[in-house]
């Protein structure tokens, strides 16, 4: 009878055994295989972890924002694969129907890139806005590199070529990398962009890089016609071949530091800067804007010709008369400026 009751008892303690490792079983099962995020929903998520964050943070973002069901399940795999410890900064995509188990592998693994686009670009200002719009970074952060000619020295830049660096495009970066980290990947696309047969022909014509960029970004601001581009590039290289002041508007726009302006007066030829090229000959001191690959390739391959001046039509289709000698240029002008006034543009 003892030997039954002992029996019992054993076979009790073998059932509640294998419930229980059956219920854990099960449990363990749930918490890492059954989907617990974005279970209703048929869009992925972009979680964006900033650096320093806690798994507090985290997992309170994710749950808050409706991402995750089970705060307690996704702790309990996180705690077991150490990611708890481990928290990685960036930003992850996250499908639907995700597990526990994939979801922590997604946030300990390579995180999604951000497509950064900028291009019409006038200042440092709009310049480190439109870089850091998609990022973890703040735009004043950026900025401060710009502005720091210690730091961009090193890059053989100054304050006031240190625009000529950019190459208005599209690129991949890290939504959390760092503004010294964003400095480096533009100066290897400047890098990249400076090809050896891009530098040879910036020989041939006489110029540096930087001052391919500046003359691009005149060549930019006097016409949005890429066609265009080459022909009033080689006015500018004619009169810089003849010591003539480059006397383009633009370059008056910027050392007014007035972007509104839209009919240049005989005031502005006054104003006292190394950006007035009407007062000085030669190249301003750096660009005035961030000119385009095509400007700058405009500049790398102008056009052969004796124009010396040009003025823009009056037909307002933003293409440009241009002339060999004075008097021409002045019966081009005139057409224009009827056409200004009549417009009401002054």
Sequence with gaps: MFEDKKTKIYLIAIITFSVMLTSLSFYFYQAFFSPNALVDKEEPYLLKIPSNATFKQVSDSLYNNGVINDIITFSFVAKVMDYQESVKPGLFTIPPRTNNLNLIRILRGSQTPVKVTFNNIRT????????????????????????????????????????????????????????????????????????????????????????????????????????????????????LRINMPLQADPTLVFAAGDFSIRRVLNTHKEIDSPYNTYKYTGLPPGPINLPEISALDAVLNYENHDYLYFCAKDDFSGYHAFAKNFNDHLINARKYQVALNKANIY
Excluded: C, H
């Design 124 to 239: 440092k200002e709009d310049l480190a806005e439109r870089l850091t719009k998609n990022l973890e970074m703040e735009p004043e952060q950026f900025l401060d590199l710009l502005n720091d000619s210690v730091y961009i020295s090193k890059f053989g830049f100054t304050k006031e070529t240190v625009m000529s660096m950019f190459i208005p495009n599209t690129y991949e970066l890290w939504w959390n990398t760092s503004p010294e980290n964003l400095f480096d990947r533009m100066y290897r696309e400047y890098d990249k962009f400076w090809t050896e047969e891009r530098k040879q022909k910036a020989r041939k014509i006489g110029l540096s890089p930087i001052e391919v960029s500046t003359l691009a970004s005149i060549v930019q601001a006097e016409t949005q016609k890429a066609d265009e581009r080459p022909r009033v590039a080689g006015v500018y290289m004619n009169r």
